[in-house]
């Protein structure tokens, strides 16, 4: 099994760099600067356990690969990027080519299906950096982080165990999941924090470091309105209890001496200056799911505006106290209130 990974960045080139030390064969798609330096010059990789410089193939467009039988993609680019990603594999992959939606959200899964008829969700618990062209880095120490696979919408396949096989091997925790996408919307009600990260900072956030009280309360009102859509919309998740004990035993965050841990995905966006972010597809979904079940949504509809806003206006991390956020909130809840 070769791995087309579809989207190096920080998820992407993590997975990709570890199948590669364990001897999987991978072959990263990178595009812009980033692309360039892999080719170049490889990939460094930088982990608790040292800093590697890996020669891992690389090309910068899927019509650049000689795509074999054994062949399975990863794609691990933003969702707002996967439409155009499928397009591309369309227009040269071969159709029963197995794609595995290795991202954040639960609608890359529903796009793929439209165009592929081989679809795998993966859950994606791994924390990775990427600020710099032809650079990643990961603070996960015991594993290399949680990923565990199912066929979509639901089962297990000999691809899933296969997949399952190599990525275990890598040093990830994985499991061969008959519902994935229970899990996935488990992950999507952690994600709903991301825009929220990113306005207020990571460190108001922290609650060893004595939290901003109303950016802790938005995130409780985050969480609530994703439970209540879910609940709706009649959708099945994991929940609190199961994702701590699948989390047990795990991953640990190792401190890096010279590279300090950040954000995460939705932050770096912001950091990076990279003209859009995943919100629409995770604080979106559930406003998404507001609208058609008419659930109240106040705080993820903000989050979503927020976020657009930083990218628009290219405003900097940590631009937004909780308590402005939370007035936001309120204001946006009585308009809600009034329309219905």
Not at 176 to 204: C, F, H
Not at 217 to 229: I, K, P, Q, S
């Amino acid at each position: 099994m070769r791995f087309i990974i579809y989207g190096a960045g920080g998820i992407g080139a993590t997975i990709g760099a570890r199948l590669h030390q364990a001897g999987s064969e991978v072959m990263l798609i990178a595009r812009g600067e980033h692309g360039r330096v892999l080719q170049q010059r490889g990939l460094r990789f930088v982990a608790p356990d040292g800093e590697f410089e890996l020669s891992i193939p690389c090309v910068s467009h899927p019509d650049e690969i000689g795509w074999r039988e054994d062949d399975v993609v990863l794609l691990a680019m933003k969702s707002q990027h996967t439409i155009t990603a499928l397009a591309d594999l369309e227009r040269t992959a071969p159709a029963m080519l197995p794609v595995v939606c290795a991202q954040n959200g639960v609608a890359n899964e529903r796009m793929a299906l439209r165009r592929r008829s081989r679809v795998y969700g993966m859950v994606v618990n791994l924390p990775a950096l990427h600020l710099n062209p032809g650079e990643v880095v990961t603070h996960a120490a015991g594993t290399g982080g949680i990923l565990d696979v199912g066929c979509y919408p639901d089962g297990t396949d000999e691809v899933t165990h296969a997949i399952a096989e190599h990525i275990s091997r890598a040093g990830f925790s994985v499991r061969s999941e008959t519902d994935v996408m229970r899990w996935k919307y488990a992950k999507l009600l952690m994600n709903l924090g991301n825009a929220l990260q990113a306005a207020v900072t990571p460190e108001q956030l922290d609650p060893q470091l004595e939290p901003d009280a109303g950016a802790a309360e938005v995130g409780r009102r985050l969480r609530r309105e994703g439970l209540a859509c879910f609940a709706a919309a009649d959708i099945a998740c994991a929940s609190r209890d199961e994702v701590i004990e699948r989390h047990e035993n795990t991953y640990r965050m190792a401190d890096i001496a010279g590279w300090p841990r950040t954000g995460g995905s939705s932050w770096q966006s912001v950091q990076r200056g990279t003209g859009d972010i995943e919100t629409d597809f995770l604080n979106g979904e559930i406003s998404l799911l507001g609208g058609l079940y008419r659930i109240a949504t106040p705080a993820n509809r903000v989050c979503q505006q927020l976020a657009a806003r930083m990218i628009r206006e290219r405003l900097p991390v940590g631009s937004f106290t909780g308590d402005q956020i939370l007035e936001l909130i309120e204001q946006h809840a009585t308009h809600w209130a009034a329309v219905l």
